[in-house]
């Protein structure tokens, strides 16, 4: 394999940084992540510069990565923006994402989106989500298309009260082949979403289907995300006995996210119910009474 390495065979180059990194030798590690990251192997960068380096050699190594990412290597962009944001540089952070997902990264543009959310900017939150699904509808990338982008896109508009375009990249999500649990995650919800914003009862049936095996399913882990998610789904169905079925089950199961359903825009319906907040406020407190007070930290 080193030999291969040797004669700029990228995936030898990765592999045998991989074993060199699980083995301990993050020095040797590197230099294969550096050649593949050279060679333009997307994930050799995202290793070479976020997992194999010291933080004071990554800075030593940006000004030749921005090199890198002015020229052909698009990714490079994104792994920047990333480094720039872990060193407390947001501005700098948000200019090689940006570069990124105008060079054709989408998940530049997906955590572009994100920061605009976070800063209120709606009209740049919804543009990013969507190019980034458009990307990764168009692009042909040496890794399987996953449809998280396209549901993201999809779930931006329907926040913000656009449920046609909402429905359009829900649609797009859906029919994405799915290739390990995370994406066929990704791609039930997204089914489950076209099928109530598109009056699609077939995908409807995929994403119920799905989601009710995972959150009945005993030896399933986290399996009240699951749940929670088919009571999001009730409840923009407005359903209310089925919405408040699968959210106690949810909190049964051990959902603490007590803020979360408060904001999740999916919830409104639930949330409008006279049981909706008893329930919460009593799991709350049952919560609340299971832990140990005072925390240990703060014992003599």
Known sequence: MSKDCSHNNIKACFNLGLEEFEDGDKQLASLYFEKGCRLGHNKSCDYFLTRSLKKSRIRDSVKYYERECRSTNVYTCTVLGRIYYNLGNKDKGNQFYKRGCENGDPPACAFLAYQMSKDKN???????????????????????????????AGNSFARHKKPTIA??????????????????????????????YQKDPDSLTIGVGYLRSK????????????????????????????ALKYF???????????????????????????LFRPMVYKYYRDYRSSQEWPPKKFKK
């Open 248 to 274: 106690e089950m949810s909190l049964k199961l051990g959902n603490i996210n007590w803020k979360h359903f408060f904001d999740d825009h999916e919830l409104k319906f639930l949330r409008s119910i006279p």
């Open 215 to 242: 959150c009945f399913s005993g030896d399933q882990k986290d399996r009240y995300k699951d749940c929670y998610d088919l009571a999001a789904l009730y409840s923009i169905q407005k359903n209310p006995g089925q």
């Open 122 to 152: 709606i009209e740049d939150e919804l543009k990013y989500f969507e190019r980034s699904c458009v990307l990764e509808t168009e692009l042909q990338r040496e890794r399987k298309k996953n449809p998280l982008y396209c549901l993201v």
């Open 167 to 196: 429905g359009k990249y829900y649609s797009m999500s859906c029919k994405y082949p799915y290739h390990n649990d995370e994406s066929e995650l990704y791609k039930k919800l997204a089914c489950s979403r076209a099928g109530v």
